[in-house]
């Protein structure tokens, strides 16, 4: 039965040729991509058309697909073609099921086309482009460092930046823990480092530093001086097998000249597996922005079985807008001083709590807390920043996202039928 | 199993405004029965409640106050909305799908297997004489043939109780005749049907029993020839009476201490004329 009314919904917006618009315009927008001047790196136009699928034209499915999902049940109610399926037996909590499951299957159906349509476009862009610029195209994974210190001197430390001076004096050292069980594959692995580099010479572009890249137990590995460029970050190649023996890898950097310095932070040394799998990992993406349509669609259809048309698209935005900047609304709201705060601060007479900051804890700052808590983090749901770095996306993130997705989707959908049961139609 | 169709015991509907405040008494403390098996009219003007009725029995609407059973369970049981078809006042349909898209909606969602599906789409079509135009879409369609549409859908799952509301309005002469005559085709059939009407002559034509609805409030209730039958009057129909003939009876009758109300040549109704008209050529 919800099949039935998931294919009827599919159908509706077939014959409706909203399909075919929101496909016709994805792709439009797609095509005159080229057309767009773009920086001179050469794989910016790479980034450009995985910006704009991600983002204008998803965003403009999503503005779709809210339009449909916000209106159907208000629309049904208003025609009174709801009439024709309740006087069935179908349940109301069916009904909103397979409401939302016709959504959601053309939602699929929109992202599988159009990021085929995407797809196919990027790795043409990509015949194009320098082999050694194709590294967006790839899927490493990421390792950060566990550990980072020090060894030898420090000379100063400002703004969390740990510097050093050459010469010997101190040594900048990252340990990376678990690679060899994560990295699998024996393609190799990268070395990204971007340091902050600084120097009593004057005006230079590089500076020389001594570079070590050894197992974390059994000490082999290999040293290399580098010339890395001011303000520039470097990547250096390891072959796991000559270095990496255990699941430990230690990488200690110092500037060979005492006149030399650098400044470094524990996330300013990466290690990634150069891992090839782009379309896997786009493909992850996709299914992780297909997410999101599941989590609006089940908002606005819920929304709807209360709100008219009108009011329900409205709050359906609203609420995709504010998922978007809820860590802007935590910060807002940590910001309001608390009343009880104000109480403790102030002695003596002046204990009694100020009417206006108990009316501002209560009237904003607790709503803004409330609105973190119930709301959802539309920002999880986002493949493209992995995309971009050419980063694996981790299949832990895929599957924390499909969790939240589907226990948000699973309680507004329990809400929604709550509410339509308790409807009449007049 | 209930002998009833459908029971209603008080059974009261005051609509709220947005405030919850009592706004419309649009049925008041409703008790009625319907046989199993019978045509059971509800008339009334507009705004007396019949389809307020209509929409408490199938679960639409929810009763302020009171009860009522459909087949035995409480309105708006699921299972036994398998057992109903209804024809709402208007045709509420899809109108971007076919007669046959639309049929094969409703019928999957009583989960009829494909091939009963076609065949019932097929018969039904039949029956209601749309095969010419069964892959139009309803956007397409005339109201009269939106309202025909509209009563295959009410009857696709072969239905033990047929609500119909208004099932003429919107239908040429002949379509009304049709669907009186599908009317009593279903009494035949042994199921119940409840008509939703304020076209008097429909009614009077094929229902058992009605009952009538003013200001949301059940005035009378019984069968038609109960409530229309004038037991201080006789009527006689005679053919071939020469008018010496008419005025020897007339006087006859006076004679016997009877008052002869109106001496007139019986005539037959529009929709019989219409009718007769229409067939004939």
């Not at chain 1, 990021?115 to 990421?142: C, D, H, M, W």
């Not at chain 2, 009334?44 to 929810?62: A, Q, V």
């Not at chain 2, 369970?73 to 046959?100: C, D, M, Q, V």
Request: net charge positive.
């Amino acid at each position: 039965m919800i099949r039935t009314i998931a294919i009827h919904t599919l159908r509706e917006s077939f014959r409706k040729k909203t399909l075919h618009v929101l496909i016709g315009l994805g792709i439009l927008i797609m095509a005159i991509l080229p057309a767009i001047p773009t920086t001179d790196e050469p794989d910016a136009r790479i980034k450009m058309a995985m910006v704009v699928f991600f983002q204008v034209v998803v965003l403009l499915c999503i503005t779709g697909v809210i339009l449909l999902s916000a209106t159907a049940l208000p629309h049904e109610i208003e025609d009174k073609t709801i009439y024709g399926i309740l006087s069935k037996p179908v349940s109301r909590l069916k009904l909103v099921a397979g409401k939302i499951t016709g959504f959601v299957l053309l939602s699929a159906l929109l992202l599988v086309i159009l990021s085929s349509f995407n797809l196919v476009s990027i790795q043409y862009r990509a015949s194009n482009v320098p082999e050694e610029y194709r590294g967006i195209l790839k899927a490493r994974t990421e390792f950060a460092a566990s550990h980072f210190s020090i060894q030898g001197k420090l000379h100063h430390a400002r703004q969390g930046i740990a510097w050093i001076a050459g010469g010997r004096s101190g040594v900048a050292l990252w340990s990376f823990s678990d690679i060899k069980k994560t990295h699998t594959n024996t393609s190799g692995l990268d070395v990204e480092c971007n340091l902050k580099l600084e120097s009593d010479r004057g005006f230079i572009d590089t500076i020389p530093l001594m570079i070590t890249v050894e197992d974390g137990i059994v000490g082999c590995g290999k040293t290399e001086v580098r010339s890395a460029q001011i303000d520039k970050p470097f990547v250096l190649k390891i072959d796991p097998e000559r270095v990496l023996k255990n699941d430990t890898l230690n990488i200690s950097i110092f500037p060979i000249l005492p006149t030399d310095y650098i400044g470094a932070t524990q996330m300013d040394v990466k290690v990634f597996s150069t891992q090839q799998g782009f379309v896997s990992n786009y493909g992850k993406a996709v299914i992780i922005t297909f997410l999101k349509f599941l989590l609006i669609i089940s908002i606005a259809v819920m929304g709807s079985t209360y709100l008219s048309a009108p009011v329900s698209i409205a709050a359906a935005f609203v609420v995709f807008l504010c998922g978007h900047i809820l860590e802007f609304i935590k910060d807002f709201s940590l910001l309001i001083q608390d009343h009880h705060a104000h109480e403790h601060a102030v002695p003596g007479a002046l204990k009694t709590p100020n009417i206006l900051l108990v009316y501002v804890d209560h009237l904003i700052k607790k709503p803004l807390e409330w609105i973190c808590l119930i709301l959802p983090d539309f920002k999880r749901f986002d493949g493209l920043k992995f995309l971009l770095k050419g980063i694996n996306i981790p299949l832990e993130t895929v599957v924390v996202s499909f969790g939240y997705a589907v226990v948000y989707a699973g309680i507004c959908l329990f809400l929604s039928a709550i509410i339509l049961k308790k409807r009449e139609f007049f | 199993m209930d002998s009833y169709a459908i029971r209603a015991e008080g059974l009261t509907k005051v609509y709220k405004d947005f405030w919850r405040r009592k706004s419309t008494s649009a049925l008041t403390n409703l008790n009625l029965t319907i046989e199993r098996g019978e045509i059971f009219g509800l008339l009334g003007p507009n705004g007396s409640g019949k389809t307020t009725t209509i929409k408490l029995f199938l679960g639409l609407l929810f009763p302020t106050s009171g009860k009522s059973w459909v087949l035995g369970y409480p309105s708006g049981n699921l299972t036994i909305k398998r057992n109903i078809g209804f024809l709402p006042e208007e045709s509420y349909l899809y109108k971007f799908l076919t007669a046959e898209e639309i049929l094969d909606f409703y019928a999957k969602l009583f989960d009829i297997e494909k091939k009963e599906r076609k065949r019932r789409i097929d018969a039904l079509i039949h029956e209601v004489k749309l095969d010419h135009v069964r892959k139009r879409p309803l956007s397409q369609y005339s109201k009269g043939m939106l309202r025909r549409i509209g009563l295959a859908q009410a009857l696709i799952n072969d239905p033990e109780l047929v609500i119909l509301d208004e099932p003429t309005s919107g239908l040429d002469p002949m379509g009304s005749r049709q669907m009186k005559d599908l009317i009593l085709d279903f009494k035949r059939r042994k199921k119940t049907v409840v008509l939703c009407s304020h076209l008097l002559a429909d009614v009077q034509d094929i229902c058992d029993r009605i009952a009538i609805f003013n200001k949301g409030v059940l005035q009378v209730a019984g069968t038609v020839r109960e409530l229309l039958s004038q037991n201080d009057a006789i009527e006689f129909v005679i053919k071939n009476l020469f008018n010496d003939d008419i005025e020897a009876v007339k006087a006859f009758i006076e004679s016997r201490k009877g008052t002869v109300l109106s001496i007139k040549h019986p005539s037959s109704t529009l929709e019989d004329l219409f009718i007769s008209i229409i067939q004939r050529r």
